[in-house]
């Protein structure tokens, strides 16, 4: 059975209740009760074997126990007369014992949920099939909450909102705005953040005092989402900010360079994207991004920093699925950098442009090749993913 076959069928039995309830005197009543009463058994049996939970996460919990409440509630008589009708337990007819007239007043009310479940779904499917947040399966320690809703307008149009919600640090609030202040040629999603101690950073990174009530309202609706899909042992409700950012529609480097898309892309198109990415490993190697694309490492403690080929983080770069605009997430700077030994690595590579060819560049395509080497990936494109790098070598150090 299909799922508008169900809401067909639970259409039928809410509108048996309301030709029953709309009877106003008993014998009618008593007259119609033996044809709704099977014409309700039948449009019940109907549903009976359906897999409620087809019907979806949001839909299927409410669903169930209005139509289970229904059910039990079968029609009968407003006012309850157990001398005339049956016994104590409720008015009977035909022997098939119907409740009285506190569990009748219930049914109507399920029938109501019904009603308006009916009217929810047809009006917006894509919102009560799916789950509005669910909990991104990749993530290095607290993985991202997807929040993805409908909502109408002042004239009744539904719109679609999706953004992405993250417990993290201060200073990741902080990085993020560095990067979203560069004049470089690649973006980064438009974010705004919660501080639980009460205040609130807009899009222009604005910060405002909450008053007690608001505070205390967006922190018990956020701890609502952590428990809806709380993974693992980890309780990221311990970070003391949330940050909420525009979904990106489109993959992350590592699915796009696998990709139909970037198969199709012209040289020239090739050699903007590489030249962006070099962008994006500079300015990750001077603020101290350590997990995309440059992977500078430190042996020893105290000792210098050297850059090495461990496999870059491709799925910190997304790219716009019509645009081709890459955009960087994740942007925390590593807390654990020695930045006296740091500063100097800098001070050694950065101003030489031997060494920016030979030592930055090179590393990153090394980085580039581990990460597609560990891929799940097995596709014939790996091997001009490869030759691309090489041929585009320039493009990513010129960037």
Avoid at 201 to 213: A, H, I, K, Q
Wanted: hydrophobic share 35%; proline share 6%; charged share 25%.
């Amino acid at each position: 059975m299909s799922v508008d076959q169900v809401l067909h069928e639970t259409d039928q039995v809410v509108r048996l209740g309301r030709l029953y309830n709309a009877q106003d005197d008993v014998p009618t009543r008593k007259r119609e009760l033996p044809k709704l009463a099977a014409a309700w058994k039948n449009a019940l049996q109907n549903l009976e074997h359906f897999q409620i939970s087809s019907l979806g996460p949001r839909f299927a919990p409410v669903y169930e126990p209005c139509l289970k409440g229904a059910y039990q509630a079968k029609p009968a008589l407003k006012e309850a007369q157990p001398t005339e009708l049956g016994d104590a337990s409720g008015p009977k007819s035909n022997d098939c014992s119907t409740p009285a007239a506190p569990i009748f007043e219930s049914r109507a009310a399920y029938l109501d949920r019904l009603e308006y479940l009916i009217s929810r779904f047809q009006q917006d499917p894509l919102c009560v099939l799916t789950a509005p947040v669910k909990q991104a399966s990749e993530g290095l320690i607290s993985p991202p909450f997807l929040v993805d809703y409908t909502r109408p307008d002042v004239r009744g149009v539904l719109h679609r909102h999706c953004h992405v919600e993250k417990w993290t640090t201060p200073e990741e609030v902080a990085a993020n705005r560095l990067y979203a202040t560069s004049t470089l040629d690649f973006a980064v999603p438009k974010t705004t953040a919660y501080f639980r101690e009460g205040k609130f950073e807009d899009g222009e990174g604005v910060v405002t005092l909450l008053d007690p009530e608001t505070n205390q309202h967006l922190s018990k609706n956020f701890s609502e989402v952590v428990n809806l899909c709380k993974k693992g042992d980890v309780d990221v409700r311990d970070k003391p900010v949330v940050m909420l950012s525009e979904l990106v529609d489109g993959p992350d480097l590592l699915h796009f360079v696998h990709g139909e898309t970037y198969a199709g892309c012209t040289p020239e198109q090739k050699q903007t994207l590489f030249s962006k990415l070099g962008q994006i490993a500079m300015l990750d190697l001077v603020l101290g991004n350590t997990d995309r694309l440059a992977k500078p490492f430190q042996e020893e403690e105290e000792g210098p920093y050297t850059l090495t080929d461990l496999e870059a983080n491709l799925g910190n770069i997304l790219v716009g699925k019509r645009s081709l605009q890459l955009y960087v997430i994740d942007n925390e700077l590593d807390p654990r950098l020695d930045f006296d030994a740091y500063r100097s690595f800098l001070a050694a590579v950065l101003f030489d442009d031997e060494l920016i060819d030979k030592v930055i560049a090179n590393r990153v395509i090394s980085s580039f090749n581990a990460a597609l080497t560990t891929s799940e990936f097995q596709t014939p494109q790996k091997a001009l993913i490869q030759a691309d790098l090489k041929n585009h070598k320039e493009s990513l150090r010129q960037g």
